[in-house]
């Protein structure tokens, strides 16, 4: 069964910094490629970042744009482990981030249904 825990959510002031990490198990996690998304509360859930599965021929990784030049996304096959480094966070990254594992390997326009239970992560004054 896969499963995916996130961890490394909390209250930050605007302009901080955050790294969220994602630990994975119950499937081979090098072939997968990982994906971040967020939700607030009354909203879609949206894509936030995307990398791919080692070894894939396309591009690795992909930033919505809001989150473009401010969020990097980065895996480490050996850990199974997934992050997200949040800097220069703005008050409307405020959200829940759930981590998402799609066996598909590299982007595809819809996420997997394997996430993870989400952590919070509040930016404010």
């Known amino acids: 069964q896969v499963q995916l825990v996130e961890s490394g959510g909390g209250l930050v002031q605007p302009g901080g910094s955050l790294r969220l990490s994602c630990v994975a198990s119950g499937f081979t996690f090098s072939t997968y490629a990982m994906n971040w998304y967020r939700q607030v509360t009354g909203k879609e859930r949206e894509f936030v970042a995307h990398?791919?599965?080692?070894?894939?021929?396309?591009?690795?990784?992909k930033y919505a744009d809001s989150v473009k030049g401010r969020f990097t996304i980065s895996r480490d096959n050996v850990k199974n482990t997934v992050y997200l480094q949040m800097n220069s966070l703005k008050p409307e990254d405020t959200a829940v981030y759930y981590c998402n594992a799609d066996p598909l390997g590299s982007w595809y326009h819809e996420p997997s249904d394997y996430w993870g239970q989400g952590t919070q992560v509040t930016v404010s004054s």
């Open positions: 990398i791919d599965s080692a070894g894939s021929a396309s591009d690795s990784t």
